[in-house]
């Protein structure tokens, strides 16, 4: 895994500190050119994998990279799925039944579609996961997707009702149609590592909050840090700036100084910012 | 452990279920629902005991509490057999379509000394609380005007076929998403005596209102106006805002900051500088033991269980609480009907004594 990965919530009005720096970004990027400039930019800045929600947007941001296919050789995809207000809004729209029929693909497939009507009535959840998570692939076909998650509302979920099974369904699907390797995003990372390690799936990825203000961080900071040193998995860590709370020196500080996290995942709307998290990143690296 | 059960397992349902069944102090004991499809995969896949009738799950599993997710409408009565039978109720939100059956419930709480609770999860958002104990300490000084709003984008289309799109089983905005800025008021500041103006709009529902406005007026002649709108996109998902002003300033709070702006420094119960102060969320919010789509849900439900464990009569969002805010969504449609409507008793949310205050009264009486 790389060592930065490049976040998208700065892109769809994701800000856990202000709802009107979020709304003005909902702004800025409402056109997607304005999302390729900042894509672009950290590209250009050597961060290679974009992490995105399956947001309808990002579907034009994959038709952008499909039609230049040399200038984003290098690029790789983690998808996080799915993007978790669509179905919660769904839902309260139709019912859970009548929102899983209407979220299984139905575009020309009739074997899908019958799959899908099919699976739902006989109580198939392994059928229904499979069909829900191609239909959220669907727009990354052709491009590289080495790593792929499950986004953090419905791990959590998963995790707290104990449907364990789905994690592992999760996992062999992504492995088996899509030659990629599964990925948790967590605000629980103690207690969901717990169940993966129960679960066999060895030496998992996990991505959840770690920053120096505990922001997120269920179970407590220390809990996180002794984890993280002692325990066989590959931590991601998100939310390392905490929405702006912590100064990027101090965050990255933080982070650094624990060298089982593999990751960073960070969002920024402005070269000059991803420069910044490069350059501290890599001068932290060389201490290290 | 305390020993729970659960009822209802819609959006919100399934989110206590899942903050119930980790709680270190909760035993979840079963879950129930009226959908044989939703019991059977949360009965094969999960590892709690599944319900399709209510009156069994509390008759069997030998509870300490019930939390209570249905559709509004089957609140009362369900409500009532839980408390009967002794058992502390956590319900969601709005409480009680019926006031006259809202305070029965509360009538039977109180005399059964159990702990009662409503999901206005709201209250347990840390900058609305840093809003509450910054009011608390008036640092606003006299409050003069509030506004309250909530926007967000659950109906985007003329459809919708489940409770929500039914005003006779609590749907539409003003129960959905006004009753979250109304409780808030009440919360902060107070409820409102007399509600006027009340506009309730269609968009796109055909049944129910799709926006909410109404103008608030409180006992001590103060004054306020609700905005809510549940047809708004460009909000990404549900989001709050109440701003209030008052004779030392104005407050807005939201779930992520809570801005406050004074005209001259407080320095005591609280101490707060002239101008701008910033308290973020980021800051504020403590970790929860689990955490699902907001630290609110898991802390109201942890309020829930300290309560029951020290048998704390001081719930913070109380049948008691909740019943005012169905009070004021009932002027708010009798408004909406007759141009104003008004409580019987007033009860005001903080005594106004500056030399405006006698004015302010006679004036409210005059106009009512």
Not at chain 1, 187 to 194: A, E, G, S
Not at chain 2, 15 to 26: D, E, F, M, T, Y
Not at chain 2, 87 to 115: M, N, S, Y
Request: aromatic share 8%; glycine share 8%; proline share 4%.
């Amino acid at each position: 895994m790389h060592r930065l990965l490049f976040g998208d919530n700065q892109f769809f009005g994701v800000n856990h500190m202000s709802e009107e720096k979020a709304r003005a970004q909902a702004m800025r990027f409402q056109h997607t050119d304005a999302i390729m400039e900042v894509l672009d930019a950290a590209y250009a800045e050597g961060i290679k994998v974009f992490m995105c929600t399956t947001h309808d947007r990002v579907a034009e941001i994959c038709d952008h990279v499909r039609a230049n296919p040399q200038k984003y050789a290098q690029l790789e995809f983690y998808p996080c799925m799915p993007y978790a207000h669509k179905y919660a809004n769904g839902v309260t729209e139709h019912g859970v039944v009548e929102a899983l029929r209407r979220f299984l693909p139905e575009d020309g497939a009739v074997s899908a579609l019958f799959k899908g009507g099919m699976a739902v009535a006989t109580k198939d959840v392994e059928g229904i996961a499979q069909l829900l998570i191609d239909a959220e692939m669907k727009m990354f076909a052709g491009l590289k997707t080495p790593v792929i998650f499950l986004q953090n509302v419905v791990t959590d979920l998963l995790l707290g009702l104990g449907f364990k099974e789905a994690f592992r369904i999760f996992a062999d699907h992504v492995q088996k149609k899509y030659s990629a390797e599964p990925g948790f995003i967590t605000m629980n990372m103690p207690m969901l590592l717990d169940v993966l390690e129960e679960l066999g799936i060895d030496n998992p990825i996990i991505c959840s909050n770690i920053n120096k203000i505990g922001f997120r961080m269920c179970g407590g900071m220390e809990t996180y840090e002794r984890i993280i040193a002692t325990r066989r998995f590959r931590p991601i860590a998100m939310s390392v700036l905490a929405s702006g709370a912590i100064a990027p020196a101090e965050a990255i500080e933080y982070v650094a100084r624990q060298p089982a996290i593999r990751s960073i995942v960070f969002g920024a709307s402005s070269r000059g910012n991803i420069q910044q998290i490069r350059k501290l990143v890599e001068a932290s690296s060389v201490v290290r | 452990m305390i020993r729970a059960g659960l009822i209802g397992l819609g959006k919100m349902g399934i989110s206590h279920q899942a903050i119930l069944r980790v709680h270190p102090h909760v035993q979840l004991m079963g879950v129930c629902d009226s959908s044989q499809y939703v019991r059977d995969v949360l009965g094969k896949y999960t590892p709690t005991p599944t319900y399709g009738d209510y009156r069994r799950l509390i008759d069997e599993c030998q509870l300490d509490c019930v939390v209570i997710a249905t559709p509004s409408r089957f609140h009362g009565e369900m409500v009532k057999y839980a408390l009967e039978r002794g058992l502390h109720v956590f319900c969601e939100k709005p409480f009680c379509l019926d006031i006259q059956e809202g305070q029965r419930l509360v009538e039977i709480a109180t005399a059964g000394k159990l702990v009662n609770q409503v999901g206005y999860h709201y209250r347990h958002i840390e900058t609305f609380l840093e809003a509450k104990r910054l009011l608390d300490a008036q640092v606003l000084g006299e409050i003069h005007h509030v506004r309250a709003e909530a926007y967000g984008p659950v109906v985007l289309r003329p459809a919708g076929s489940t409770w929500r799109s039914s005003k006779e089983q609590g749907g539409g905005c003003l129960y959905d998403y006004a009753s979250h800025a109304i409780d808030l008021v009440n919360f902060l500041v107070g409820a409102p005596v007399r509600i006027s103006g009340a506009m309730l709009n269609s968009i796109f529902s055909k049944t129910v209102e799709d926006e909410v406005y109404a103008s608030m007026h409180f006992a001590n002649g103060a004054t306020g106006q609700i905005a809510a709108n549940w047809s708004d996109e460009s909000h990404r998902k549900m989001s709050t805002r109440i701003s209030v002003w008052g004779s030392n300033g104005r407050m807005t709070i939201e779930r992520q900051e809570c801005q406050i702006y004074l005209r001259r420094a407080v320095e005591s119960p609280v101490a707060l500088p002239r101008g701008w102060t910033i308290r973020y969320a980021t800051d504020l919010a403590q970790p929860v033991w689990y955490y699902l789509r907001g630290e609110e849900y898991s802390n109201q439900i942890d309020h829930f269980v300290r309560c029951i464990e020290t048998r704390a009569d001081d719930n913070i969002c109380s049948f008691k609480s909740a019943l005012e805010t169905d009070k004021v969504l009932e002027l708010v449609l009798q408004a909406a009907q007759s141009g104003s409507a008004a409580v019987q008793s007033p009860a005001g949310p903080r005594k106004r004594t500056t030399r405006y205050g006698g004015l302010f009264r006679f004036a409210n009486r005059t106009e009512s």
